[in-house]
């Protein structure tokens, strides 16, 4: 039986997080209306994350991630996400 390392929990990466960081900046390039402040954009990746399914990959592995969920799809995720912080910012 292989030894169990709890260490070996950083090998393991959500690729849709990477996703959503990496869309939340092109999303806030293109909708200067929405506040960019640490908490709402900290909520605004929440509730995208939250929204949208987990793809969970070890990091070491070199296969690329399959995509089960489009960048345009994520996009439309991140604005509704913004829309529903806007109404109900905790930065005020």
Known sequence: MPKINIHDIELLQNVNEKRVWNLITVFYEYHSEFCTCRDCVLDV????????????????????????????????????????VAENPHHV
């Open 45 to 84: 990746v929440a509730i995208t994350l939250n929204s949208i399914p987990p793809h969970y990959q070890v990091s070491e592995d070199p296969t690329p991630a399959i995509k089960k969920i489009s960048d345009e799809e994520i996009l439309k995720v991140i604005k509704k996400a913004a829309l529903k």
